[in-house]
Every structure is written in C-alpha cells, then in structure tokens.
C-alpha cells in the first residue's frame, strides 16, 4: 500500500482533464480520469503513458489505476512479456572458444619386467576443459531470459585398446544462463568444465601386452540448445557430425 500511496499523487497531476477524440481514457483509483496513449510497459506491475493533449510521458505503477484499467493493463503487461519471449529466426549468433581451465601433471613408477621399478615410468596429464559461450544479438531490441542447455563431448582413447573401436565419446550435460544482451551487443559465459587424460610412457619405456605407449583424450563437441522460458529458439553443433552419431539426451540437465 506504501508504494500505491507514493505514485497516487503524481497520477493525480497526470489525470486532469486533457480530452482528445481518439485517445484512450483511464481512470485513476480515486476517479479521475485522462486521456493519453500507452508508450510501454515496464515488466508487469509498470506503464508508461502519454498524455494526448500536452505529450508528457509518465511511468506508474498499474495498481494505482481504477479496478476495470488495473485489470486491462495487467493482461496487456502480461501478453507484451511474453512476446518478448519470442524470438524470430536468427535472432543470435552463437560463437565458441575452448579454454584450458586447468592442468595438473602427475608421474607413476612402474614395475619393469625384471622385478626393478623405474622412477616416472609414466607421466598422466589431466586438463580440465570448457567451452566460452558468446551470444551476439541481431535484433533491434535487447533479449532476455536465455537458458542454454548443452552436452560437452570428449573422445576418450583406451590405452588398452590399440584399435579404432577403443575410442568413445564422454559426455556430460550441464546448464547456464545469460544476462540480458543490448542491442547490438553480445554477453558471454563459460560452461562447466571437463576432464581429459593425456598418459606418456618414459623412453625406453614399454607396456607389457598390447598397451598403447600414448593414450591422449580430447575435447571433441558441444551440442548447445538455447531457450527462452520453454520455448526452444536456436540450436547449435559443434562439429555438425555429432547429429547423425550421437542423440540428444531425454533426461534433465542439472540446475
């Protein structure tokens, strides 16, 4: 009730008699009425009007108008936010970069074949990988509310395995969100990070068996879907390959 005593007042200046054949005419909760056009909403609970006889522009809030206007202007709030939801065919661009995050080197002894153990028989590499998201805004308006659901890929390499078939792809699946984007303007944000694996034999080093001297895994892919509320708005693939080899999965992101 604070904040609907404070604006009383200056819709009480706003609503003094200002007729025009064709303008729309509110009514303030106390009665008075005016005519003037809407500009804009400002979310749900603001309007901005503009007088038709003076052309003063004034941003109140809709619960300090009469019951019959408070409710017309609601709805009208309501069906403008959730046209900005909608966003046409490219609306955004969707741009990439790997960053490294971190690295952490770790050397194992290993056991020869003769019973002896050599110092940093093998050297393990671990990196932590992600992606940096940038999406740049097409539209002549700023966009807001932009969820990305995505799936990072990495193709592991079995060192036990020295065929083709030992290489398979991670994955794992994450969720973010954006700032709004100006117009014109671009926001970026990084994904939740992945670990690859990177195993080197020491020279003169060999592997008992059919082991593989160097194993390395990659970061492969992202496959990026972007959404405002429910509603899917763009979809990208990196490499455009991992359509036809893998699915997008069923179950929920983590959030």
């Known amino acids: 009730m604070a904040s609907?005593?404070?604006?009383?007042?200056?819709?009480?200046?706003?609503?003094?008699?200002?007729?025009?054949?064709?303008?729309?005419?509110?009514?303030?909760a106390d009665g008075r009425t005016i005519e003037a056009d809407i500009v804009?909403?400002?979310?749900?609970?603001?309007?901005?009007?503009?007088?038709?006889?003076?052309?003063?522009?004034?941003?109140?809030?809709?619960?300090?108008?009469?019951?019959?206007?408070?409710?017309?202007?609601?709805?009208?709030?309501?069906?403008?936010?959730?046209?900005?939801?909608?966003?046409?065919p490219n609306s955004v661009a969707v741009e990439f970069s790997r960053v490294r995050v971190d690295t952490r080197k770790e050397k194992q002894d290993i056991s020869l074949s003769n019973g002896e153990v050599r110092q940093d028989g093998i050297t393990i590499i671990e990196d932590a990988w992600a992606y940096s998201v940038t999406l740049r805004n097409l539209l002549p308006r700023p966009i807001e509310s932009l969820r990305a659901d995505y799936i990072l890929f990495v193709k592991v390499d079995n060192p036990s395995d020295t065929s083709s078939s030992g290489?398979?792809?991670?994955?794992?699946?994450?969720?973010?969100?954006?700032?709004?984007?100006?117009?014109?303007?671009?926001?970026?944000?990084?994904?939740a990070s992945i670990t690859t694996r990177k195993r080197e034999l020491a020279d003169g080093v060999v592997w008992s068996g059919s082991l593989k001297s160097k194993a390395r895994d990659s970061l492969y892919g992202v496959w990026l879907r972007l959404y405002q509320g429910d509603t899917l708005v763009h979809e990208t693939v990196s490499p455009t390959m991992l359509t036809s080899t893998e699915e997008w999965a069923d179950?929920?992101?983590?959030r």
């Not at 179950?251 to 983590?254: E, L, S």
């Open 167 to 191: 290489q398979r792809l991670r994955r794992v699946r994450e969720s973010l969100t954006f700032d709004p984007i100006p117009v014109g303007g671009r926001v970026s944000a990084r994904t």
């Open 251 to 254: 179950t929920k992101p983590k």
């Open 40 to 88: 804009r909403f400002e979310g749900t609970d603001k309007v901005t009007i503009k007088r038709t006889d003076t052309g003063q522009t004034f941003t109140l809030p809709i619960a300090s108008f009469a019951e019959r206007d408070r409710a017309e202007l609601t709805a009208e709030a309501e069906a403008a936010a959730r046209k900005k939801l909608v966003l046409p």
């Open 4 to 28: 609907r005593s404070k604006f009383l007042p200056a819709l009480g200046l706003l609503l003094i008699a200002g007729p025009a054949a064709e303008a729309r005419t509110f009514t303030s």
